[in-house]
């Protein structure tokens, strides 16, 4: 099991979609500093949270890793959701494209996603941001 | 062996029972592995029959300065005609806050689980209801229907 190649099988199609747009948006991920940008400016957030990994049978547990990513990223507050759209969309479209997706033989790690609930928009009362919010379950398998 | 007539009023008790025992364990697993400061949030949960929008209307009351040791809390499950389901939902106003879907924008709470005093793992609600909800109907389900051969 290597929670870290399993891990990158999530975030690597969500930092290359917000890379990937005409106008790039930097992405952060877990227990990663950064700097919240100034109002106008753009930036995202990847959170994954692992749940239950283990399935009971009944000679034992086997591994069936199951989690949450969410997803949010934050555009100009006051310039409408079209930003946040595009934003987003792309990255609902990385993950779905995992689930067509073989694993990955140099690590052995291989995702899916299930629900995803959202993309839910919020004006922030905090922050001159405008939010976009995706909540994902996600499932993966490591053939070590 | 029972007569296929006397099977179906025996799966739909054991469907509404299932219903009702699953709804029931949802929000004790939820209370499990939400938030506890004051205990407001986690016993503002509520049962509704049918698909229903839960309204966010109890309003936040002042707390201590540290958390309260957490209790069971208990939540009412009325009749749901005809198989209808539930919706289970929350009605504090703070309810958004307390899930880390949004961060307090007076810098106070839970910060979307950042908090140092936090007393639920940040994105309970999401790593519950993403990783661990399923399993809980399906055991609940499972259990039920034993008692019904």
Known sequence: ??????????????????????????????????????????????????????????????????????????????AGPARAQEMITPVMTALNDLNSCVCDPATGAVGWVRDMTGPNFFALDDAPFYKVRLSVAISARFDS | ?????????????????????????????????????????????????????????????????????????????????????????????YRLYAMDVLGDPNGRGRQQGTAPNKTAERFWYDTYRNSQLANTVERTLVNVFRRYK
Not at chain 1, 2 to 27: G, W
Not at chain 1, 33 to 43: H, K, L
Not at chain 1, 45 to 53: E, I, K, R, S, Y
Not at chain 2, 4 to 28: K, Y
């Open chain 2, 1 to 93: 062996m029972k007569k296929l007539t006397q099977l179906v009023p025996d799966v739909r008790e054991a469907l509404q029972t299932a219903l009702e025992e699953t709804v029931v364990q949802v929000h004790r697993d939820l209370v499990d592995v939400g938030p506890w400061w004051s205990g407001q949030f986690a016993t503002s949960w509520e049962v509704q029959p049918g698909k229903k929008a839960i309204p966010a209307n109890i309003d936040l009351v002042s707390s201590d300065r540290t958390p309260e040791d957490k209790a069971s809390a208990q939540i009412d499950v009325p009749d749901s005609p005809n198989l209808g389901g539930y919706t289970l939902g929350n009605r504090s106003r």
């Open chain 1, 1 to 78: 099991m290597s929670f870290q190649a399993v891990r990158a099988v999530f975030e690597r199609p969500v930092i290359d979609a917000l890379a990937n747009l005409t106008t790039p948006v930097q992405c952060f991920v877990d227990n990663q500093a950064f700097t919240i940008p100034d109002a106008g400016g753009e930036y995202a957030t990847v959170n994954l949270q692992w749940g239950a990994t283990t399935t009971r049978v009944l000679r034992g547990n086997f591994e069936n890793l199951r989690g949450s990513l969410v997803v949010e990223c934050f555009c100009s507050k006051n």
